[in-house]
């Protein structure tokens, strides 16, 4: 299935986790936040929700400063 990824077009498998998106960007323990199709993504979601063909995803990364 394909996706848009931070705009750019992603291909994945069917049946593709939020949480799986996340560690086969090698992005898993780093402080982020993910939206799909405009609505934001709990991490306590991520390993449930499943991502569809044509999904719009965003993920940032927190960053701190003061």
């Avoid at 705009?7 to 086969?24: F, H, N």
């Avoid at 982020?32 to 999904?55: F, K, Q, W």
């Amino acid at each position: 299935m394909k996706i848009q990824l931070n705009g750019e077009p992603r291909e994945l498998s069917d049946g593709c986790s939020a949480q799986q998106l996340v560690t086969d960007m090698g992005l898993s323990g780093q402080r982020l936040a993910m939206e799909v199709n405009r609505e934001i993504v709990p991490r306590s979601e991520y390993a449930r929700h499943i991502l569809h063909d044509g999904d719009q995803v965003e993920i940032v990364h927190a960053i701190g400063g003061g």
